[in-house]
């Protein structure tokens, strides 16, 4: 039985989308690269492609999941008298599936993310911050994993996860929380010394200096007996 002449013209439809998708992207990748480079070449700031070095500098997810693991366009420098990074993070995730004739589907995905991070200079607990969701908050009530502070605004509007219930309360008191109902749609962590904000996907140029600010202001916003307690001092 003769094929189609449609099918034809189709199958060759998809092919010229997915070269034009490919094009397009490369491109926009290549863009992304340039970018970056002439911004740490304009602030005396370290670029580098591809710096897998900074794959398993930090633990817990969404680090040290997946495969293929790369840290990509990397920014480093120093930000209000602070060390600072900022990567594309991404790892891959492969599932294989058979269906009931016996055929096996390999599916492959990759996983990008946006790191920024500040060197805090002294090893504090865990403690992550993250925006709230309705579901994320009624979880983490019924299985007594999100720690509650004293602003209702504040429980509404974040996720409190850490083991040490008052390094918790002692960072997030209530100067600092008004700060952070500022910028609700901020999530952060503190893992290994480094203050994080990790988020899906890539950030752009003018986020870098968003997000470094935010970060900023949070290690600033931090007490002084904290610091103490942790061993160091405020590294600005």
Not at 18 to 31: P, T
Not at 123 to 136: K, N, Q, R, Y
Not at 147 to 154: P, R, V, Y
């Amino acid at each position: 039985m003769a094929i189609p002449l449609v099918f034809f013209l189709f199958f060759g439809a998809v092919i010229v989308l997915m070269i034009v998708i490919g094009v397009a992207s490369y491109l926009a990748a290549k863009k992304r690269r340039e970018t970056l480079s002439t911004l740490a070449a304009g602030r005396g700031w370290g670029y580098a492609e591809q710096d897998d070095s900074w794959v398993d500098r930090f633990e817990g997810a969404p680090f040290g999941l997946g495969h293929d693991r790369r840290a990509q366009n990397v920014l480093t420098g120093a930000y209000d008298g602070r060390s600072f990074v900022a990567f594309d993070y991404r790892y891959s995730t492969t599932e294989t599936s058979t269906d009931a004739q016996g055929h096996t589907q390999t599916h492959t995905e990759v996983h990008p993310y946006s790191v920024l991070g500040l060197d805090a200079g002294t090893v504090f607990p865990d403690l992550s911050v993250t925006p709230e969701g309705f579901f994320g908050r009624m979880v983490g009530r019924l299985t007594n994993t999100d720690i509650e502070l004293e602003s209702e605004a504040f429980n509404r509007a974040f996720t409190v996860k850490s083991g040490d219930r008052k390094f918790a309360t002692d960072v997030l008191h209530p100067r600092m929380m008004e700060y952070l109902l500022q910028i609700p749609d901020r999530g952060w962590m503190l893992r290994g010394g480094w203050l994080l904000a990790v988020r899906p996907g890539q950030h752009s140029i003018e986020q870098v200096d968003a997000r470094l600010t935010d970060l900023d202001g949070i290690l600033d916003r931090i007490p002084d007996f904290v610091w103490k307690s942790a061993g160091g001092g405020r590294s600005a």
